[in-house]
């Protein structure tokens, strides 16, 4: 619960756009309720294939095609490819999932991450400068975790007819640093809940389906057709805020601070 890339993919979802995947966590990306990840072959070839895809589509592709990496993967075999699509005058999008970790492999920090394996100062890649110095001249960064916000962005820089790059940076909830902060889970104020199902299509973990009969609908006071209501469990929840943006009934409400 909590994962940034969760916002990213639903979004992608929201755009119906072509994503070319990579190995990752993220690559959990491709399942329900999500389902936004259309093929991924091998490490750091999301964006190869990309480019590939928006060679062979010419003007039919433009705004179709994206590619998700991590920061670990773009660091480790992606960049090369970003720079063969600078250079022969791509027009995909690419998104570098930057959740401060190699979160897949062990979550040991990576170059972009300012500390060795053994969690020693070390110098940091600066993403964005990086890109930058590729030639990418279209680099914005978005926190995945702000939904609305981030769709703008993504649906400016697809429409783009050149490479350009979306940093979405958050740190995993598995980080060192995340775990020792402060957390207001989240809760369902179940009587405004109408069922409308928004939260759910998140696919987080710590929202769970009631389902209702109609008599218990009617018992609690809910429209008789209402098959049912969100439940967060706060024991899960991290309160990423991420489901509050999309419920538009005020049924879900942040909560006390937990240690
Ligand atoms: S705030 Fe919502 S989406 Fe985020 S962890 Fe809690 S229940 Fe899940
Ligand atoms: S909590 Fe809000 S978004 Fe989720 S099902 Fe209930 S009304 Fe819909």
New binding site residues.
């Given amino acids: ?2 994962c940034p890339h969760r916002g990213l993919f639903y979004n992608l979802n929201r755009l119906k756009v072509f994503v070319s995947g990579d190995i990752g966590c993220y690559t959990l990306g491709f399942l329900p309720p999500l389902s936004a990840m259309d093929a991924c072959v091998c490490m750091g070839a999301s964006i190869g294939m990309a480019h590939g895809m928006d060679k062979a589509l010419g003007q039919e592709g433009l705004g179709k095609v994206v590619a998700v990496i991590g920061d670990s993967t773009f660091l480790h075999t992606g960049i090369n490819s970003l720079i063969n699509s600078v250079y022969n005058k791509g027009c995909s999008t690419v998104i570098i999932l930057d959740n401060r970790i190699t979160g897949m492999t062990g979550q040991q920090p990576n170059p972009a991450s300012g500390t060795t394996i053994g969690y020693d100062p070390a110098p940091t890649i600066d993403i964005p400068e990086l890109c930058r110095a590729i030639g990418v001249k279209h680099v914005r960064t978005v926190n995945p975790h702000e939904l609305e916000a981030t769709y703008q962005v993504l649906q400016e820089e697809i429409e783009r007819p050149e490479v350009s790059v979306v940093i979405a940076r958050f740190p995993c909830v598995l980080t060192v640093d995340e775990k020792k902060r402060r957390k207001y ?2 809760h369902t104020v179940v009587d405004n809940c109408t069922g409308c199902t928004m939260c759910l299509r ?1 696919g ?1 973990p ?2 769970n389906w009631q389902p209702l009969t109609p008599e218990q609908a009617k018992a609690m006071g809910k429209k008789e057709k209402q098959k049912g209501y969100a439940l ?1 469990n706060e024991d899960m ?8 943006s999309l419920c538009k009934f005020d049924a879900i409400s942040k909560g006390e601070e937990r240690a």
């Fill in positions: 619960a909590g889970p989240f998140l987080c710590a929202i967060i929840c991290i309160g990423c805020g991420q489901c509050l």
